[in-house]
């Protein structure tokens, strides 16, 4: 199994910076595309950035040029830097991770537990 911890979430006012932190750990072979996506209330959970074993970042147009997703592959872990944070940012963030674990062939996703981002206006 593969778990993921997510850190850095909190309450930041509009304007704000945030770093969001995902540790992956477990019987990892190797670990694929890592993500984060976000869910609002009432909202279906979006992918926020993706971003490749080799280090290739994707984002959602709503974060583009606000966000950098990143990752440090000897740790497993990925970041989430958010800066001009905005209350439509306001959401869980949750980290994904398509790992091989040690042994196996296929990759599979794995999920964190969520961390809240909370932008007041």
């Known amino acids: 199994q593969v778990q993921l911890v997510e850190s850095g979430g909190g309450l930041v006012q509009a304007g704000g910076s945030l770093r969001l932190s995902c540790a992956a750990s477990?019987?990892?072979?190797?670990?694929?595309?890592m993500a984060w996506y976000r869910q609002a209330p009432g909202k279906q959970r979006e992918l926020v950035a993706v971003?490749?074993?080799?280090?290739?970042?994707n984002y959602a147009d709503s974060v583009k040029g606000r966000f950098t997703i990143s990752r440090d592959n000897a740790k497993n872990t990925v970041y989430l830097q958010m800066i001009s944070l905005k209350p439509e940012d306001t959401a869980v963030y949750y980290c994904?991770?398509?790992?091989?674990?040690?042994?196996?062939?296929?990759?599979?996703?794995?999920w964190g537990q969520g961390t809240q981002v909370t932008v007041s206006s």
């Open positions: 971003i490749t074993s080799a280090g290739r970042g």
């Open positions: 477990g019987s990892i072979f190797s670990i694929n595309d």
């Open positions: 994904n991770a398509g790992a091989i674990l040690m042994g196996q062939i296929f990759s599979r996703d794995y």
